[in-house]
T-cell receptor, first 115, second 117 residues
Framework: EDKVVQSPLSLVVHEGDTVTLNCSYE??????LLWYKQEKKAPTFLFML????IEKKSGRLSSILDKKELSSILNITATQTGDSAIYLC???????????????FGKGTHLIIQP | GAGVSQSPRYKVAKRGQDVALRCDPI?????LFWYQQALGQGPEFLTY????????KSGLPSDRFFAERPEGSVSTLKIQRTQQEDSAVYLC???????????????FGDGTRLSIL
């Protein structure tokens, strides 16, 4: 059974700090890893990673995949209170549900940025 | 529309009642997914449509759960004889491609929060 484990499960930091969120996975046939940000509503897409070692960047957020270590990290620099959310990691397994596009999610990291 | 739209946003039902949750995906998106998210957990896959065809329903927890997408656009998730453990947020997502080999991300709606009393 596919497994996605995120750590830490919760994190409280001060505005301006840099945070690193971790995601490790065990899947039968890995195709891609995705990061989503979930506030009180819809998970919003951040990054999709398919190749190892290539950093994806969007503003203060960046992410990288390590296929050898079966893991990914999401970095947020100069955090702001608006970054407070649950950050979800999900993987796509070629042979999992959803016509091989269904996502298997971790439990998420609940990030709180204090002013 | 611009994004995935779900309705109602909140639904309260008594145990034993039937409920129907609606999802309006992004226009032109081939793939549509339903997920169930319990409190404090990540979303869990329920079922998948490619156009009007339900290609995978392996995640549906019981035969009380039924989903359809008759014209390949709007989808309805129906839960019959609801039970308290059905209380959760039901998320719908769509993606542009439907080949099963897609590199297109899924875009989520805001979900329907279902509470069974």
């Amino acid at each position: 059974e596919d497994k996605v484990v995120q750590s830490p499960l919760s994190l409280v930091v001060h505005e301006g700090d840099t945070v690193t969120l971790n995601c490790s996975y065990e899947v039968t046939n890995f195709r891609s890893l995705l990061w989503y940000k979930q506030e009180k509503k819809a998970p919003t897409f951040l990054f999709m990673l398919t190749s190892s070692g290539i950093e994806k960047k969007s503003g203060r957020l960046s992410s990288i995949l390590d296929k050898k270590e079966l893991s990914s990290i999401l970095n947020i620099t100069a955090t702001q209170t608006g970054d407070s959310a649950i950050y979800l990691c999900a993987v796509v397994d070629l042979y999992s549900g959803g016509g091989a596009d269904g996502l298997t999610f971790g439990k998420g990291t609940h990030l709180i940025i204090q002013p | 529309g611009a994004g995935v739209s779900q309705s109602p946003r909140y639904k309260v039902a008594k145990r034993g009642q039937d409920v129907a949750l609606r999802c309006d995906p992004i226009s032109g998106h081939v793939s549509l997914f339903w997920y169930q998210q319990a409190l404090g957990q990540g979303p869990e896959f329920l079922t998948y449509f490619q156009n009007e065809a339900q290609l995978d329903k392996s995640g549906l927890p019981s035969d009380r759960f039924f989903a359809e997408r008759p014209e390949g656009s709007v989808s309805t998730l129906k839960i019959q004889r609801t039970q308290q453990e059905d209380s959760a947020v039901y998320l719908c997502a769509s993606s542009r491609d439907g080949t099963g080999n897609s590199n297109q991300p899924q875009h989520f709606g805001d979900g329907t929060r279902l509470s069974i009393l």
